[in-house]
C-alpha cells in the first residue's frame, strides 16, 4: 500500500495511491494516518478497508498539493554519516557505532512544498535520504525483531545549513531544523512493496544537474540495526521517522563547494518511493 496525504498544510486529508497511479480518499476508514492511527492496528483496517472500497473511492484531484504521507510525528531521528562514501567526502571517519541527531518537527513538509532558504543562509544543502516510520511502540527491540516495529519507507530530503550545523557551535540540530527542511513524501509505502529495502537506487539533481546516485545497499548500517539500536536510548512511538543517512553528492562535500539560493530546483527521488521537488525560495 502506498499512503498519502493531501490538502492545504495541517489540513490533510488521508488517502491511497493506487497501483495505477490514482489517488483516492480515504477518510471513510479513518481520520488521519497518526500516532493512534498506527498503534491501533490501522494499517490492517485501512488494507481490509482498501481491498473493498479503494476501487470505488472518491478520487482525488492531481492539482491537490501532497502533504507529508504521515502526521507530523512525534520525533524525526536522524542517522549521521551511515554512508562511507557520505564520511569520505565530509573529511570524516565512518562512526563506530551510528550518528544520532534531532531535526525539529515544525521543520516537517509535504514532498514538494517550496524550500525556504532560512535568514542569513549561505550554505543550505541537499541529502537524499530513505526514511523509515514507526509502526508500533519499539523500546529495547531486538535486531532480529526490529522490521516488526516498522509501518513502511519514503524518500526524505535531509536539508542543512551546513554555516548552522558546523560554525556556529554545538549540536547538529541547529543546521538541520529550519522550516521545511524535511520533505517527506511523496507517500508512504508499506514493507510488502519491496523485495530487498538494502537495494534501492536514490538519485538527487540541483537544477537538472545530477548530484547524488547512491544505494542503499551502502548503508553503513541497516535498518534493523538502526530501529534496534535507536530502541536501547529511547522509545519509538508509531509515526517516528528515522532517516537513514545520505550518500555521496552533497554540496559541502564539492570542490569548490556548492549551495542552494532561491529559484534553486531539487529533484530527488528513490527506487519504489517515487520521487519529489522542492524550488528553493527566499524566507519572507
Ligand atoms: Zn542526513
Given at each position: 500500500?502506498?499512503?498519502?496525504?493531501?490538502?492545504?498544510?495541517l489540513?490533510?486529508?488521508?488517502?491511497?495511491?493506487?497501483?495505477?497511479?490514482?489517488r483516492?480518499l480515504?477518510?471513510?476508514?479513518?481520520?488521519?494516518y497518526?500516532?493512534?492511527?498506527?498503534?491501533?492496528?490501522?494499517?490492517?483496517?485501512?488494507?481490509?478497508?482498501?481491498?473493498?472500497?479503494?476501487?470505488?473511492?472518491?478520487?482525488?484531484?492531481?492539482?491537490?498539493?501532497?502533504?507529508?504521507?504521515?502526521?507530523?510525528?512525534?520525533?524525526?531521528i536522524?542517522v549521521?554519516?551511515?554512508?562511507?562514501?557520505?564520511?569520505?567526502?565530509?573529511?570524516?571517519?565512518?562512526?563506530?557505532?551510528?550518528?544520532?541527531?534531532?531535526?525539529?518537527?515544525?521543520?516537517?513538509?509535504?514532498?514538494?512544498?517550496?524550500?525556504?532558504?532560512?535568514?542569513?543562509?549561505t550554505?543550505?544543502?541537499?541529502?537524499?535520504?530513505?526514511?523509515?516510520?514507526?509502526?508500533?511502540?519499539?523500546?529495547?527491540?531486538?535486531?532480529?525483531d526490529?522490521?516488526?516495529?516498522?509501518?513502511?519507507?519514503?524518500?526524505?530530503?535531509?536539508?542543512?545549513?551546513?554555516?548552522?550545523?558546523?560554525?556556529?557551535?554545538?549540536?547538529?540540530?541547529?543546521?538541520?531544523?529550519?522550516?521545511?527542511?524535511?520533505?517527506?513524501?511523496?507517500?508512504?509505502?508499506?514493507?510488502?512493496?519491496f523485495?530487498?529495502?538494502?537495494?534501492?537506487?536514490?538519485?538527487?539533481?540541483?537544477?537538472?544537474?545530477t548530484?547524488?546516485?547512491?544505494?542503499?545497499?551502502?548503508?553503513?548500517?541497516?535498518?534493523?540495526?538502526?530501529?534496534?539500536?535507536?530502541?536501547?536510548?529511547m522509545?519509538?512511538?508509531?509515526?517516528?521517522?528515522?532517516s537513514?543517512?545520505?550518500?555521496?553528492?552533497?554540496?559541502?562535500?564539492?570542490?569548490?563547494?556548492?549551495?542552494?539560493?532561491?529559484?534553486?530546483?531539487?529533484?530527488?527521488?528513490?527506487?519504489?518511493?517515487?520521487?519529489?521537488?522542492?524550488?528553493?525560495?527566499?524566507?519572507?
Amino acid at each position: 500500500m502506498k499512503l498519502i496525504r493531501f490538502g492545504a498544510p495541517l489540513k490533510e486529508r488521508p488517502g491511497l495511491l493506487l497501483e495505477d497511479g490514482t489517488r483516492v480518499l480515504a477518510s471513510a476508514c479513518c481520520d488521519d494516518y497518526t500516532e493512534s492511527f498506527f498503534e491501533s492496528g490501522g494499517l490492517e483496517r485501512l488494507r481490509e478497508w482498501a481491498d473493498a472500497n479503494a476501487a470505488n473511492a472518491p478520487r482525488v484531484d492531481a492539482s491537490e498539493r501532497l502533504g507529508p504521507p504521515i502526521s507530523r510525528p512525534s520525533k524525526i531521528i536522524c542517522v549521521g554519516l551511515n554512508f562511507s562514501d557520505h564520511a569520505a567526502e565530509t573529511n570524516a571517519t565512518p562512526p563506530a557505532e551510528p550518528i544520532l541527531f534531532f531535526k525539529a518537527t515544525s521543520a516537517y513538509c509535504g514532498p514538494n512544498d517550496n524550500l525556504i532558504i532560512p535568514r542569513h543562509s549561505t550554505k543550505t544543502d541537499w541529502e537524499v535520504e530513505l526514511a523509515v516510520v514507526i509502526g508500533k511502540t519499539a523500546r529495547y527491540v531486538e535486531e532480529s525483531d526490529a522490521l516488526d516495529y516498522v509501518a513502511g519507507y519514503a524518500l526524505h530530503n535531509d536539508y542543512s545549513e551546513r554555516a548552522f550545523q558546523i560554525e556556529r557551535c554545538g549540536q547538529w540540530v541547529k543546521g538541520k531544523s529550519c522550516d521545511s527542511f524535511a520533505p517527506l513524501g511523496p507517500f508512504l509505502a508499506t514493507p510488502d512493496e519491496f523485495e530487498d529495502v538494502n537495494n534501492l537506487r536514490m538519485w538527487l539533481k540541483v537544477n537538472g544537474e545530477t548530484m547524488q546516485d547512491g544505494n542503499t545497499s551502502n548503508l553503513i548500517f541497516k535498518v534493523p540495526f538502526l530501529v534496534s539500536y535507536i530502541s536501547q536510548f529511547m522509545t519509538l512511538l508509531p509515526g517516528d521517522v528515522i532517516s537513514t543517512g545520505t550518500p555521496a553528492g552533497v554540496g559541502m562535500g564539492m570542490d569548490p563547494q556548492r549551495f542552494l539560493k532561491a529559484g534553486d530546483v531539487v529533484e530527488l527521488g528513490i527506487e519504489g518511493l517515487g520521487d519529489s521537488r522542492q524550488e528553493a525560495v527566499a524566507c519572507a
